[in-house]
């Protein structure tokens, strides 16, 4: 992983943490979250996106448009959405559980459910690196 990226993670995580009132040198609250996690944070509901490994790259481009489709129809009928990587964190009890075969990749998963609004972790909103940082425009006075 490029170090910017890890260092971007490792603040977005810090911050989170902070939000919630855990402090970084307590292994068991951390834990705790963590596992929260891994249990789709209460949401009922997990659509995993899968695909054939001999698609290429491109159709992963259509797979972020799928979920994109999928939380926005959600949203449509009240119910919340979060797409994540932690959602994947065991492809191979996902698989065995769900029968997918090898010669298809778990991509995401997109947890559905209806978020509590009070948690702090629903609350809190990562900062955005600044347009200027992602964004080129030649060409346009």
Same mark, same amino acid.
Request: with cysteine.
């Given at each position: 992983?490029?170090? @910017?990226? !890890?260092?971007?993670?490792?603040?977005?995580? /810090? *911050?989170?943490?902070?939000?919630?009132?855990?402090?970084?040198?307590? %292994?068991?609250?951390?834990?705790?979250?963590?596992?929260?996690?891994?249990?789709?944070?209460?949401?009922?509901?997990?659509?995993?996106?899968?695909?054939?490994?001999?698609?290429?790259?491109?159709?992963?481009?259509?797979?972020?448009?799928?979920?994109?489709?999928?939380?926005? @129809?959600? !949203?449509?009928?009240?119910?919340?959405?979060? /797409? *994540?990587?932690?959602?994947?964190?065991?492809?191979?009890?996902?698989? %065995?559980?769900?029968?997918?075969?090898?010669?298809?990749?778990?991509?995401?998963?997109?947890?559905?459910?209806?978020?509590?609004?009070?948690?702090?972790?629903?609350?809190?909103?990562?900062?955005?690196?600044?347009?200027?940082?992602?964004?080129?425009?030649?060409?346009?006075?």
């Amino acid at each position: 992983m490029a170090p @910017a990226l !890890q260092k971007r993670m490792d603040e977005l995580k /810090a *911050a989170r943490f902070e939000s919630l009132g855990i402090e970084r040198n307590h %292994a068991a609250a951390r834990h705790a979250m963590f596992e929260r996690a891994h249990q789709f944070f209460g949401a009922p509901t997990v659509v995993y996106l899968c695909m054939d490994r001999t698609l290429t790259a491109w159709s992963i481009f259509d797979m972020g448009l799928l979920a994109q489709s999928i939380m926005l @129809a959600a !949203q449509q009928y009240g119910v919340d959405s979060a /797409a *994540a990587a932690l959602l994947i964190s065991y492809p191979d009890l996902i698989r %065995a559980e769900l029968e997918i075969p090898e010669d298809v990749s778990i991509l995401m998963g997109v947890a559905l459910g209806y978020r509590d609004r009070q948690h702090p972790l629903n609350q809190y909103r990562s900062l955005r690196r600044p347009l200027q940082e992602v964004v080129r425009l030649k060409g346009i006075t």
